[in-house]
């Protein structure tokens, strides 16, 4: 190949190589808290049979009714409602970039779909339906439908077993 001829291949292929890179690369996540009310300490557990592998479920005793929050901005895409089976009454939260929270087996859903919301806005109560077997939140972090590792504070949770977490949705 002529020294030429490299160099036109070379000009052409490097403008589509740096476009690959910066598609492939993820969007940054939102700060993302705990969804519960600042100072308040909640037991999460993360296990590899649960569904999906990377959410989380919280507990404290006499959760039932407790506040849920969104663990950050955003607006509401969906508000369901599965009855007896899966998440029971969960909601979903848009933050932009792909990101999405989930959070079910609500006892009260407080917000409709559109509707914004802000970081620390109580959007629901904790509760035991759906498929559940006692009151908790099951909570998952989203990019793009799949559900990623929890992180709040900007560090990752612990996986696989049990912590407890202080809430800073302050």
């Known amino acids: 190949m002529s020294r030429i001829r490299r160099a036109l291949v070379a000009a052409l292929a490097a403008p589509l190589v740096g476009l690959v890179l910066v598609q492939g690369e993820a969007a940054a996540?939102?700060?993302f808290q705990m969804p519960f009310p600042c100072g308040q300490v909640w037991e999460g557990q993360t296990r590899t049979s649960h569904s999906p592998a990377n959410a989380v479920d919280f507990n404290r005793a006499n959760d039932l009714g407790d506040a849920v929050e969104a663990a950050a901005g955003g607006t509401v895409t969906r508000v369901a409602n599965e009855g007896s089976t899966s998440y029971g009454?969960?909601?979903?939260i848009g933050h932009g970039s792909g990101w999405t929270t989930r959070y079910a087996h609500l006892s009260v859903q407080r917000v409709s779909v559109g509707q914004n919301v802000s970081r620390g806005q109580r959007i629901g109560d904790v509760g035991s339906t759906g498929g559940s077997t006692g009151?908790?939140?099951h909570f998952e972090e989203r990019l793009n439908g799949v559900a990623q590792r929890v992180v709040f504070n900007g560090s990752t949770i612990f996986y696989w077993g049990t912590r407890n977490y202080t809430s800073?949705?302050?």
């Open 135 to 137: 009151p908790h939140l």
């Open 89 to 92: 009454r969960w909601i979903e």
């Open 168 to 170: 800073r949705n302050c």
């Open 29 to 31: 996540a939102p700060a």
